[in-house]
């Protein structure tokens, strides 16, 4: 099961990477920050140990503007939305304004920030809202992505520069209605070529932003060699459909969609170009999958700020609650599975920016930090007693949206088999 992205992507049969020391497109090299003149408490009080003083002046300002725009244009409106399922169209200049879409990557009119600025961005955008950390998750990590890692110099120039701007909106279908972690052997949707062209048929269920994106990338199997290769399918047309799904428990701000592709014919040009098998889509997927353990620390971190706050206004007993121990000690549990994910995603996208990820690294950070973020949900719902159920005071909508987050992107199963053949040598796929 996934929402709002794909399922679990990695193909069981491939080894470990052989490349691993090489520094991947996009990764740029770390800078490190001058701290002379800063305090820790200049970080805010969820950010127990300053993580954000390892990057730049630069860097931590362009943070700052996207906590600023969250919490004054984001935070005030979110929950109406969420009842709804509908999304705030309306903020998306702001969002393109802050130029986080493809943060990491140095393709063509790209920010090139690289990978630990680009987590720290993604956490604060979820300790508002995941379903917008979602949104930009699938725009600039998955389909920037797919574009930067797979695409062609003149596909790159042709639509990262646009999509960096936000305007033009990207989509990424790789999970379909049957199969979602074996995706890698099951992939139903084909690609057969046809003259100058290739007619693409299939379904695809789950995919985030579909609903109204200008591009998705849509991966199928090709009936002539069997392999996996994407395209770039652009908005109308002709035989690709949406259905929006609905009713959904978790995310709904996310416009997930089932695209139906009937005959879609796809020109060469929009074929991606490096893309040749399976292990493209898990070259992109290494990468995102540090995107969504970034997610859920900001989820986790959200719910806490939350939590904290409310018990430091509610009173009992004419007393604060945040003045009991037994608020307290959830309290503190929350904060240290908050840091713990902070400093385990810290290092692995330094191990990015380094060109040293591997996918057992991203696999172990995604599995931990949603498992630990489920927990940490629970607690701030717990401390708020029955006010923990309203949308009013945020921390359901975390407890209910951290569901979505622990399934997709490989659930917490599947990346502990890729962790668990990296340390053994065994490979438990079956």
Not at 156 to 176: C, H, K, Q, V
Not at 293 to 318: I, N, V
Request: hydrophobic share 40%; net charge negative; aromatic share 6%.
């Amino acid at each position: 099961m996934a929402d709002a992205r794909s399922d679990d992507p990695r193909d069981p049969t491939s080894g470990p990477d052989t490349d691993a020391g090489a520094r991947p497109a996009g990764s740029v090299a770390p800078v490190a920050p001058d701290l002379t003149d800063v305090e820790l408490t200049d970080s805010p009080f969820s950010d127990f140990l300053g993580f954000e003083l390892l990057l730049s002046d630069d860097d931590r300002a362009l943070l700052g503007r996207v906590r600023a725009f969250m919490n004054r244009e984001v935070e005030p409106v979110i929950n109406d939305y969420w009842t709804r399922a509908a999304f705030p169209h309306e903020l998306v200049p702001g969002i393109a304004d802050l130029g986080i879409a493809g943060l990491a990557y140095d393709g063509p009119g790209c920010p090139a920030r690289g990978a630990l600025v680009d987590g720290m961005v993604a956490m604060e955008l979820a300790r508002v809202d995941p379903s917008i950390g979602t949104f930009m998750g699938v725009h600039g990590g998955l389909a920037m992505g797919s574009i930067q890692l797979c695409g062609s110099d003149e596909q790159r120039e042709r639509w990262l520069p646009a999509m960096a701007r936000m305007e033009l909106i990207g989509a990424f279908g790789l999970t379909e209605p049957d199969v979602g972690s074996a995706i890698s052997a099951g992939l139903a949707t084909s690609a057969r070529r046809d003259g100058d062209g290739w007619v693409l048929n299939g379904e695809k269920k789950w995919i985030g932003n579909a609903a109204f994106a200008d591009l998705v990338i849509i991966w199928a199997r090709d009936e002539d060699d069997g392999q996996v290769k994407g395209f770039v399918v652009e908005k109308d047309t002709e035989g690709m459909t949406f259905d929006k799904q609905e009713d959904k428990i978790a995310l709904r701000v996310v416009q997930n969609a089932e695209v139906h592709l009937r005959d879609v014919r796809v020109p060469e040009e929009n074929r991606l170009q490096k893309a040749e098998s399976f292990r493209s889509t898990a070259d992109v997927l290494r990468v995102t999958r540090m995107g969504v353990a970034w997610q859920a620390a900001g989820c986790a971190r959200g719910a806490f700020e939350h939590a904290l706050r409310y018990t430091k206004a509610r009173e009992q007993f004419g007393r604060p609650i945040a003045s009991f121990q037994l608020v307290q000690d959830l309290l503190v549990k929350m904060l240290g599975h908050v840091t713990a994910a902070t400093a385990m995603n810290t290092r692995a996208s330094q191990l990015q920016d380094a060109g040293l990820l591997r996918d057992e690294h991203a696999s172990l950070c995604k599995a931990q930090a949603t498992a630990k973020m489920r927990e940490t949900v629970g607690w701030a719902r717990e401390v708020l007693g029955g006010n923990g159920i309203l949308l009013e005071h945020h921390v359901g909508r975390f407890v209910a949206d951290a569901e979505a987050i622990y399934s997709y992107e490989g659930t917490r199963e599947i990346n502990t088999l890729i962790v668990g053949r990296a340390i053994t040598g065994e490979s438990a796929f079956v």
